[in-house]
């Protein structure tokens, strides 16, 4: 485990997600109640700040896009070649840098963005979390606001773009594959269950995987 300065151990927490699952909510949620920072859509907002680059472009760089950093045929193959610029180059990373700095900065939960590859030095606690295909739907239908009027059959086949998009992205660089129960230290199946309620659970499970009571 990573040790700080003054021997108090680090809680670094890492949530990868399907897309729909609750993943989002429930890394936030994890982290209140842990009483740690969590990173997500801040860490886009700390890149551009930080490095200069325009807000509005880092939020269109999905995960697919950072596979131009790894110069492998099947990157070669799988990304479209309009979007290998330099400037996804850079954002990429930056973004894996800023994560970097953030974890040695302190306890942390880091959503998404491969952290969990990212950090792997720094052995983090990584939670993967799923959820059937109704479920994620319902998830996706509630979240969506006024002024999105996508089918089910729209919001099932970019569910399933995501989530490929994600595992392709992981298979570049970590034998482990995305979403394997083997690639994590605890898998959360959040099936026709309140995100909240789970959350009193997920977190005694996480003080006692970092040896405290």
């Known amino acids: ?9 680090m809680r670094i927490i890492t949530i990868s997600r399907e897309f729909g699952s609750g993943g989002r909510e429930l890394g936030k949620r994890l982290a209140d109640a842990l009483g740690i920072p969590c990173y997500d859509h801040e860490i886009m907002d700390m ?3 930080k490095y200069g680059f325009d807000k509005n472009y880092i939020s269109h760089v999905s995960e697919k896009d950072i596979r131009v950093f790894y110069p492998t045929t099947i990157a070669h193959r799988l990304i479209a070649p309009h979007l290998m610029t330099q400037q996804s180059v850079s954002i990429a990373v930056s973004e894996h840098q800023l994560i970097q700095e953030l974890a040695q900065q302190g306890d942390c939960v ?3 963005r491969s952290a969990d590859i990212v950090l792997r030095e720094m052995n ?6 799923y959820a059937d295909w109704q479920s ?3 998830r996706c239908k509630n979240r969506a606001d006024g002024s999105e009027h996508f089918s089910e059959k729209e919001i099932l086949k970019k569910m399933k773009q995501i989530d ?4 392709a992205y992981r298979s570049l660089f970590c034998e482990k594959d995305w979403g394997k129960k083997e690639s994590y230290h605890l898998c959360i199946n959040t099936s026709g269950k309140e995100i909240k309620a789970l959350i009193p659970a997920v977190a005694d499970y996480v003080r006692l995987w970092f040896g405290q009571e």
């Open 1 to 9: 485990m990573e040790i700080k300065n003054g021997g108090i151990m």
């Open 124 to 129: 983090p606690m990584n939670i993967f979390v």
């Open 47 to 49: 890149v551009a700040e």
């Open 164 to 167: 490929k998009e994600r595992a």
């Open 110 to 112: 880091i959503v998404g």
């Open 136 to 138: 994620k739907l319902n």
